[in-house]
């Protein structure tokens, strides 16, 4: 049984548009995170959140919006998609253990990625 | 059931010596493979891959060995750095990059 998932794999869409991304997980997890990955394979940070504090990396566009709807989700809603939107995108969670700058810094259990095309 | 596993959830090693990270794929379809590392607080960097068509890729202090037989690579980070302490990350996919699949991170401690 997937960990966690993400839906859609695949996601092409006309710049402009608003899009959703959909990650759930049934570890148990309290933490969940949102990545970019560029061109370059780096993984970047743009979200983590638990059920007491999201933090947001400030170079996130305000058009990017997680949206919890309870434990187990983490949604990822892009608004007005440009085409430098165009990446994989990875939902990951975890158990969050209280460190300094409010990410978990253990076990993290990806999802496989959505890869968004903004034509 | 996890297609990507790394079986040690942390490692120690005092610096100067090598670090050996393990990480074993149950799919048969994988034919590329990564290691990231993560700090804390920051998302993971990519560091090394290497192509199934390969058993060995080298980067400087960093070498990643494949072995298609048993599916299994190590990551070889001689000599290791107190800098190196983070948590990494194995990664597989079909199809070069297009499905990616982790493993669940070691955290590596290189002690002075």
């Known amino acids: 049984d997937t960990a966690v998932s993400q839906t859609p794999k695949y996601l092409v869409t006309q710049m402009g548009n608003d899009k959703s991304i959909k990650c759930e997980q049934n570890?148990?997890?309290?933490?969940m995170y949102w990545y970019k990955q560029d061109s370059k394979k780096f993984l970047k940070i743009m979200f983590s959140?638990?059920?007491?504090?999201?933090?947001i990396n400030e170079t996130v566009p305000n058009r990017f919006s997680p949206k919890s709807p309870d434990k187990a989700h983490l949604n990822l809603h892009i608004n007005s998609l440009e085409l430098g939107d165009s990446a994989v995108y990875f939902c990951?969670?975890?158990?969050?253990?209280?460190?300094?700058?409010?990410?978990?810094?253990?076990?993290?259990?990806f999802g496989p990625g959505t890869r968004l095309t903004v034509l | 059931d996890q297609q990507v596993k790394q079986n040690s959830p942390s490692l120690s090693v005092q610096e100067g010596r090598i670090s050996i990270l393990n990480c074993d794929y149950t799919?048969?379809?994988?034919?590329?493979f990564l290691w990231y590392k993560k700090y804390p607080a920051e998302g993971p960097t990519f560091l090394i891959s290497?192509?199934?068509?390969?058993d060995k890729n080298e980067d400087g202090r960093f070498t990643v060995f494949l072995n298609k037989s048993a599916k299994h690579l190590s990551l070889h980070i001689v000599p290791s750095q107190p800098g190196d302490s983070a948590v990494y990350f194995c990664?597989?996919?079909?199809?070069?990059?297009?499905?990616?699949?982790f493993g669940p991170g070691t955290r590596l401690s290189v002690l002075p």
């Open positions: 799919n048969s379809m994988f034919d590329y």
């Open positions: 990951a969670s975890s158990q969050y253990t209280g460190t300094s700058g409010g990410a978990s810094t253990d076990t993290q259990y």
């Open positions: 570890l148990g997890h309290d933490t």
């Open positions: 959140y638990n059920n007491k504090e999201l933090i």
């Open positions: 290497i192509s199934s068509i390969k």
């Open positions: 990664a597989a996919s079909d199809g070069y990059g297009q499905n990616f699949v």
